[in-house]
């Protein structure tokens, strides 16, 4: 069984445990980073648009991009470690959650940690991306909290029944 572990900052320690409770008898994990290529792309439009006068100094773009890419190899060096099992290390660029649902194609468990509100039990624990991920995912999904989960008295009180 491949088991995809999709690494965000701030919340993969968590996918990362996960994994290394729950993907035992995995045939291979993957650890799954994606870059969303916008950033950089978005500097360099506010760059080359300053005053109109883009060739006025270094462009910010390719070291943003640099920048961004050397803290996915430092975020996939440090989830390797932490998982200390051997693994895959995937790096895609593209839209977040098209690329997450892509690479789990034909995986047997896709990872995922919650990204929204997490102070409270219920659909708002999920962010966007992590929404989308989870309504089109081709596999299975474990969804983790990344702190544990709030009590249960955060959960919202039941409709009213009506007959």
């Known amino acids: 069984m491949r088991v995809i572990v999709w690494l965000v900052e701030g919340t993969w320690p968590a996918s990362v445990d996960a994994a290394r409770e729950h993907a035992g008898a995995a045939s291979e994990v993957v650890l799954l980073h994606v870059t969303e290529p916008g950033v ?3 500097a360099h439009g506010a760059f080359s648009g300053l005053l109109g006068r883009a060739g006025s100094g270094p462009d910010p773009e390719r070291r943003l991009a640099e920048l961004g890419g050397q803290s996915a190899v430092e975020l996939l060096d440090a989830a390797e470690a932490r998982l200390g099992l051997p ?9 977040v959650e098209r ?3 892509a690479a ?12 929204g509100d997490r102070s409270r039990l219920g659909p708002h624990s999920l ?37």
């Open 99 to 101: 690329e997450v649902v």
């Open 87 to 95: 693994c895959t290390r995937l790096e895609r660029t593209g839209r």
């Open 127 to 163: 962010g966007r991306a992590a929404r989308f991920v989870v309504d089109h995912a081709p596999c299975p999904v474990l969804l983790v909290w990344p702190e544990g989960a709030p009590d249960l008295t955060t959960m919202p009180p039941a409709p009213p029944h009506h007959h």
């Open 40 to 42: 950089a792309g978005l």
């Open 104 to 115: 789990a194609e034909g995986a047997g468990l896709l990872i995922v940690a919650r990204d």
